[in-house]
T-cell receptor
Framework: EAQVTQNPRYLITVTGKKLTVTCSQN?????MSWYRQDPGLGLRQIYY???????DKGDVPEGYKVSRKEKRNFPLILESPSPNQTSLYFC???????????????FGEGSRLTVL | AQTVTQSQPEMSVQEAETVTLSCTYD???????LFWYKQPPSRQMILVIR??????QNATENRFSVNFQKAAKSFSLKISDSQLGDTAMYFC????????????FGTGTRLTIIP
């Protein structure tokens, strides 16, 4: 089954404790991206990757890091989480960057992160 | 920069009725895609319908259709014969053709279908 898998789905942590949210897709997609969803703000892009070893900042990259060492994986790293990073996070992927052949981003199921 | 505006934070409608969710956007691009995504309580983001800006014909998907007015930069979603399973948050989104595939989302409309 084609899917984007995120882990963990839920996490409560404390300020300053490094954490990683993993994202993996099994569709051989070149493009992957992270979004955060906050009430009244919709979804905003954090980082994206057009291919292996190619990453770039989205609209709200502060406090986050990413890496793309393999095509299928795109982990989101919070080196020193703060309460303002409490949010719902989505990983997404699509087939061809810049060409948007399918016209669709495939989303993971979301990761609810709470930073105390 | 592109912006997407959904002016209806919440809506409710009786089951089997028709409801229209509004969306406006602002862009200087000429070629782009517009989308409606549905987010049920399960939180999954589900693509409902998409519209290519170069197509004049409005997109339809079963009970879902759009009214795309390019000059007015308006992209409303009509849900006909609404069902309880349509209860969800609905997001309008925009992406320019040939960009980095970033979706710019509106703030969402929470739709409740009343039995």
């Amino acid at each position: 089954e084609a899917q984007v898998t995120q882990n963990p789905r839920y996490l409560i942590t404390v300020t300053g404790k490094k954490l990683t949210v993993t994202c993996s897709q099994n569709m051989n997609h070149e493009y992957m991206s992270w979004y955060r969803q906050d009430p009244g703000l919709g979804l905003r892009q954090i980082y994206y990757s057009m291919n292996v070893e190619v990453t770039d900042k989205g609209d709200v990259p502060e406090g986050y890091k990413v890496s793309r060492k393999e095509k299928r994986n795109f982990p989101l790293i919070l080196e020193s989480p703060s309460p303002n990073q409490t949010s719902l996070y989505f990983c997404a992927s699509s087939l061809y960057p810049g060409r948007f052949v399918t016209g669709e981003l495939f989303f993971g199921e979301g990761s609810r992160l709470t930073v105390l | 920069a592109q912006t997407v505006t959904q002016s209806q934070p919440e809506m409710s409608v009786q089951e089997a009725e028709t409801v229209t969710l509004s969306c406006t956007y602002d862009t200087s691009e000429n070629n782009y895609y517009l989308f409606w995504y549905k987010q049920p309580p399960s939180r999954q983001m589900i693509l409902v319908i998409r519209q290519e800006a170069y197509k004049q014909q409005n997109a339809t998907e079963n009970r879902f259709s759009v009214n795309f007015q390019k000059a007015a930069k308006s992209f409303s979603l009509k849900i006909s014969d609404s069902q309880l399973g349509d209860t969800a948050m609905y997001f309008c989104a925009f992406t320019p053709l040939g960009g980095n595939e970033k979706l710019t989302f509106g703030t969402g409309t929470r739709l409740t279908i009343i039995p």
